[in-house]
Each structure stands twice: as C-alpha cells, then as structure tokens.
C-alpha cells in the first residue's frame, strides 16, 4: 500500500550520536531536499578526544565528493603517504624490532581529531544539532496516516521524546541503540544467540596515547629530526607495538602504543575503558626497547590508557527503520586505521540512497546499505584484530618475514579493491530507487 506521505513528504531521519560517523551523514543528509534531518547528542556538545585520526584515500574521496576537500587540507597532515618502517635487527633480541616494508605503502592522509571533528560542525546548518539529548529507547507508534506505518519514538533521558521514520544509530561502540535492536531481535526470532552479539569484548590489547609537541623531541647527535618527525613509523615487538604520526601540519606527533596479552582476547575487561596512567608505567611497558622509541615516550607528559575492545561481526545492521553506523555497527580494534573511515563510508552509502529515496523506498534503502556495507565493514574489522597480531608477531606467521610480508599486505587489500563510487552505484542497484513497487526489490 502506498504511503501517502511518500507524496512529497520529506523522510524524517534521526541520528543519535554526533561522533564522526553522525556527524558526516548529517552534513550529508542536509544538503538533501527530500530529507529532514536531525542529530540528537548525548553530550552537551560535540567534543572528540586530543588525538590523531588517519585516513586512506578512498575515505579522502567521500570528503572530496562532499566539497570539503579544502576545508580538509587546511588541516591535513601530510599530503597522502604510506607507513614506513626500519631495518630490522634480528641479532639483538632484547631490542624491539623494527621492519621494514611489512607496511603496506598506500596513501593516508593524518588529522588532529578535534580539528577534523571541526570540519563537520561547521559544515552542519543551524537547528540540526540537538545536545543534551541521550536516548534512552526508543519504541513503535502507529501513525495517524496509515495503520501500516510505523513511526519511531525516541525517548531521551530528559524526559522529552521526538518522532521519526528512520533512526540511525551512530552512538558508538557501547551502543543502547544496539542493544536494543538485538534484544527485540532475539525476543521476536525467538534467538536468545543474537544476545552474544550486543556487548563489546575485550580484545586483550592495552593501548597508551599522547600528543607531543615537535619542538621537544630531542634532535639526533648529528642534528637529525627525529624519525617520527619525518615519516609516519610502526617500531615492531613481541606481543607490543609502537606506532607515531605527525598531525596539525606538522607542529605534533601522535603517538599510540599496544601491549597486548593474546590469551586474554574475549576476556571480561574490569574497570574503566579509558584511565590517565603514570609515565613511569609507559616507560616500563617499553623498557629495553630502542633509543629512539625510549626518547619518544619520555616526551609524552600525560599518557591516558585505553582498553581496546571490538565487537563481533553482527549478522544484521538494520531492523524495522533503525540502522546502525560507525562503532555501534562494527567497532574495531584501530591496527588498520579504519574504524574513523569506515564510519564515513556508511554515512556516504546511506546518504547516497536517501538522496532519491521516498518513504515507501526505506526498508530496500536500509537491505541495500546492509548489503553492501556488512560484508566490507565486518571483514575489516576482523582483518583489524588478525594485524594486530601480525605486527606484535602474535599471530601464526611468528617474526617469518617471508610470510609475514605478504600476508599483512593482503590484508589491506580492501583500500584498493573498490572505489565508492562502485559501491554507491551497486546499492542503489539493489535498491531499486525509483523503480516501480516490486520491479526488483527483495
Ligand atoms: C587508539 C585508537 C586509535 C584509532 N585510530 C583511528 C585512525 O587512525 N583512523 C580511523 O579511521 N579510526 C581510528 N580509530 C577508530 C575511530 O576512532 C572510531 O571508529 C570512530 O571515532 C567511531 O566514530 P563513531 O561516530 O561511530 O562513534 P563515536 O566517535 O564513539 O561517537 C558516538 C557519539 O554518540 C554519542 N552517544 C552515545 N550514546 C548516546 C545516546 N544514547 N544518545 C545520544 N548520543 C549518544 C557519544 O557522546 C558520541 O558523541 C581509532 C580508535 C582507537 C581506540
């Protein structure tokens, strides 16, 4: 039965969650006509933690096809380049190991998080962002224009409530908008097995961060700047790793170490995910490792400690008109740099649908993102976990070199497998938009 609202109606989306992910497919679904948009963010504003973000080309495109190409470059650091690494010293083995070429050379271009955040807010048009407004549930309401439709409520912890035809869920790992779509799942499948995929697991990783400012990184004997001030570098060891970036155009070096215990991956994690640690913990985590990564870490003052966790590979994205995006989708460990990226290719694919889409086009809109989406999304996400393995030399391949090499590669093949512009092309295929009612939809 047609929706009469399909008839010039707008399409009511709502995103909860105004992280990277939300934010992108806000702008995007702001600039549609048939749209009517609006986030709803938890916090009092948009904040993004002091750190840095990388991304790869193809995520480069989508900000190149929203236009805010320039807006990006002002803040990009450095024009696209790959990881690169250092001859390796097998013969000192209470040394960290370095590598060379395990790191695959396609382009990533680096940002200071809060300033890539930035970009976003300031593309967004008035009246959209809603803050404040922590969702609690949401539920079914029978429309007044057709018993068939069902409208969205969403409930904020505020005790106020707002309707909608879509809900994005965009409200990161720890989602409430997951849990409750595989909790009604699970009740109405009758499949108490779809439980197991709402809370995150602990992937055994411990990861230290800090922002230096280049200025007080010590120069080399000859003078030399400091490797991490040149090249973005990965120092390789058992079970650990070191990783270092220059963001802000150049003026700080990021840098994020791993510690890992592999037997611990699906362990319950206790305590809080995200904590400020002493220094003195980071220098001993790395201790004996070499010179130049000691030199590093003594230039962080304030090292903060996360445990990083990931989730399953969820069998669905979307049920009913709500749809989850980002983290709340397919959270990831961060060893292929692609969780941030990620998030944008979801918002670029669903915003691309949406683009002609009407009411009555909505659940082939949400199949058709799915579809394309899951398989590409759930297969980095576990490729993230295996190379974290890979560099810490954890995983089946050991320090193997030979094997190493060309198994790491393989698994960033997915940068280069498809442009997006494929990918939009082939779910707006399985969609059908525009096409008479039953002409292709499944
Ligand atoms: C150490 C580390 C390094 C990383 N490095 C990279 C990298 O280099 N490149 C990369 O691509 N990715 C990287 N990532 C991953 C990346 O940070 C995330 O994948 C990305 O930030 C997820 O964005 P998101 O918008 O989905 O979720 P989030 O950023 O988590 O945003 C969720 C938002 O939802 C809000 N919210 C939560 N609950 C509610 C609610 N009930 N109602 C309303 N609002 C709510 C929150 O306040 C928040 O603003 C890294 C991750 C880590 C841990």
């Given at each position: 039965?047609?929706?009469?609202?399909?008839?010039?109606?707008?399409?009511?989306?709502?995103?909860?969650?105004?992280?990277?992910?939300g934010l992108?497919?806000?702008?995007?679904?702001?600039?549609?006509?048939?749209?009517?948009?609006?986030?709803?963010?938890?916090?009092?504003?948009?904040?993004?933690?002091?750190a840095?973000?990388?991304?790869?080309?193809?995520?480069?495109?989508?900000?190149?096809?929203?236009?805010?190409?320039d807006?990006?470059?002002?803040?990009?650091?450095?024009?696209?380049?790959?990881?690169?690494?250092?001859?390796?010293?097998?013969?000192e083995?209470?040394?960290a190991l370095?590598?060379?070429?395990?790191?695959?050379?396609?382009?990533?271009?680096?940002?200071?998080?809060?300033?890539?955040?930035?970009?976003?807010?300031?593309?967004?048009?008035?009246?959209?962002?809603?803050?404040?407004?922590?969702?609690?549930?949401?539920?079914?309401?029978?429309?007044?224009?057709?018993e068939?439709?069902?409208?969205?409520?969403?409930?904020?912890?505020?005790?106020?409530?707002?309707?909608?035809?879509?809900?994005?869920?965009?409200?990161?790992?720890?989602?409430c908008?997951?849990?409750?779509?595989?909790?009604?799942?699970?009740r109405?499948?009758?499949?108490?097995g779809?439980?197991?995929?709402?809370?995150?697991?602990?992937?055994?990783?411990?990861?230290?961060?800090?922002?230096?400012d280049?200025?007080?990184?010590?120069?080399?004997?000859?003078?030399?700047?400091?490797?991490?001030?040149r090249?973005?570098?990965?120092?390789?060891?058992?079970s650990?790793?070191?990783?270092?970036?220059?963001?802000?155009?150049?003026?700080?070096?990021?840098?994020?170490?791993?510690?890992?215990?592999?037997?611990?991956?699906?362990?319950?994690y206790?305590?809080?995910?995200?904590?400020?640690?002493?220094?003195?913990?980071?220098?001993?985590?790395?201790?004996?490792?070499e010179?130049?990564?000691?030199?590093?870490?003594?230039?962080?003052?304030?090292p903060?400690?996360?445990?990083?966790?990931?989730?399953?590979?969820?069998?669905?994205?979307?049920?009913?008109?709500?749809?989850?995006?980002?983290d709340?989708?397919?959270?990831?460990?961060?060893?292929?740099?692609?969780?941030?990226?990620?998030?944008?290719?979801?918002?670029?694919?669903?915003?691309?649908?949406?683009?002609?889409?009407?009411?009555?086009?909505?659940?082939?809109?949400?199949?058709?993102?799915?579809?394309v989406?899951?398989?590409m999304?759930?297969?980095i996400?576990?490729g993230?976990?295996?190379?974290?393995?890979?560099?810490?030399?954890?995983?089946?391949?050991?320090?193997?070199?030979?094997?190493?090499?060309?198994?790491?590669?393989?698994?960033?093949?997915?940068?280069?497998?498809?442009?997006?512009?494929?990918e939009?092309?082939?779910?707006?295929?399985?969609?059908?938009?525009?096409?008479?009612?039953?002409?292709?939809?499944?």
């Amino acid at each position: 039965m047609m929706d009469p609202r399909s008839n010039g109606q707008k399409i009511r989306v709502a995103i909860c969650g105004g992280g990277i992910g939300g934010l992108c497919l806000a702008v995007s679904l702001s600039k549609h006509s048939n749209v009517d948009v609006q986030l709803y963010e938890a916090a009092g504003q948009f904040k993004e933690i002091g750190a840095g973000v990388m991304i790869w080309f193809r995520t480069w495109k989508i900000l190149e096809k929203m236009g805010l190409a320039d807006e990006f470059s002002k803040i990009a650091h450095a024009p696209p380049t790959g990881m690169t690494g250092k001859p390796k010293h097998l013969s000192e083995p209470e040394l960290a190991l370095t590598i060379e070429d395990l790191i695959c050379h396609r382009k990533c271009i680096r940002f200071h998080r809060a300033q890539f955040l930035d970009v976003f807010v300031n593309n967004l048009p008035t009246g959209v962002a809603h803050f404040g407004k922590r969702l609690s549930t949401y539920t079914y309401e029978t429309s007044s224009i057709s018993e068939h439709d069902k409208l969205i409520k969403l409930h904020f912890a505020d005790g106020t409530s707002s309707i909608c035809d879509v809900l994005v869920g965009a409200d990161g790992i720890k989602s409430c908008i997951r849990t409750q779509m595989y909790e009604r799942a699970a009740r109405l499948k009758h499949d108490s097995g779809l439980l197991g995929y709402i809370h995150p697991i602990w992937t055994g990783t411990m990861a230290y961060r800090g922002l230096i400012d280049v200025n007080v990184i010590p120069k080399g004997k000859d003078g030399t700047l400091h490797r991490a001030i040149r090249d973005p570098i990965m120092y390789c060891g058992k079970s650990k790793h070191v990783v270092s970036y220059s963001i802000a155009q150049g003026d700080i070096v990021n840098v994020v170490t791993f510690a890992s215990d592999p037997k611990k991956h699906g362990q319950p994690y206790a305590g809080e995910w995200v904590v400020e640690c002493p220094k003195e913990e980071l220098l001993s985590c790395y201790a004996k490792w070499e010179p130049e990564v000691e030199q590093l870490l003594q230039c962080i003052e304030k090292p903060t400690k996360w445990a990083i966790h990931h989730l399953q590979p969820l069998p669905f994205y979307h049920a009913e008109r709500v749809v989850l995006m980002g983290d709340a989708a397919h959270a990831m460990a961060p060893h292929q740099g692609a969780g941030a990226g990620q998030a944008i290719e979801d918002a670029f694919i669903l915003a691309g649908l949406l683009k002609e889409a009407t009411l009555d086009d909505i659940p082939a809109v949400l199949d058709a993102h799915e579809r394309v989406r899951l398989p590409m999304a759930n297969s980095i996400l576990t490729g993230s976990y295996e190379a974290g393995t890979m560099y810490e030399f954890d995983s089946k391949y050991g320090d193997d070199y030979e094997t190493l090499g060309p198994a790491l590669q393989h698994l960033w093949d997915w940068i280069a497998r498809t442009t997006l512009e494929e990918e939009l092309e082939s779910a707006l295929e399985l969609a059908s938009i525009g096409k008479p009612p039953n002409s292709a939809k499944t």
